[in-house]
């Protein structure tokens, strides 16, 4: 089953956007965001424990993102508040049996990516 990203948006710098990811049903599963900006390797954002109790969080993400588990909607959310122009990238899910991790390359399954442009 397919991860599927959805929050396309373009909003200014101080504003606010919601990524929503629909989740494969899978259990026991961590979650996780990465971005990634043009000329950038991937780099994770946010992660999220299979019970929805632990999150961790990049540092320059820190305060101003929230990453969210609704399990009877099978979805997870990355609300992200106080946009700056950096925060600029290709978004997306991923998933991986048991707690989140940093390291993209320990993620399994991914969505397709959603696009987020903060303008100055």
């Known amino acids: 089953v397919q991860l599927q990203a959805y929050g396309v948006g373009l909003v200014q710098a101080g504003g606010s956007l919601r990524l929503s990811c629909a989740a494969s049903?899978?259990?026991?599963?961590?979650m996780g965001w990465f971005r990634q900006a043009p000329g950038k390797e991937r780099e994770f954002v946010a992660g999220i424990g299979w019970r929805g109790d632990r999150t961790y969080y990049a540092d320059s993400v820190k305060g101003r993102f929230t990453i969210v588990r609704d399990k009877a909607k099978n979805t997870v959310y990355l609300q992200m508040n106080s946009l700056k122009p950096e925060d600029t990238a290709v978004y997306y899910c991923?998933?991986?049996?048991?707690?989140?991790?940093?390291?993209?390359?320990?993620?399994?399954?991914w969505g397709q990516g959603t696009e987020v442009t903060v303008s100055s």
């Open positions: 049903g899978r259990t026991f599963v961590g």
């Open positions: 991923a998933e991986k049996i048991g707690e989140p991790a940093v390291r993209a390359a320990m993620y399994p399954y």
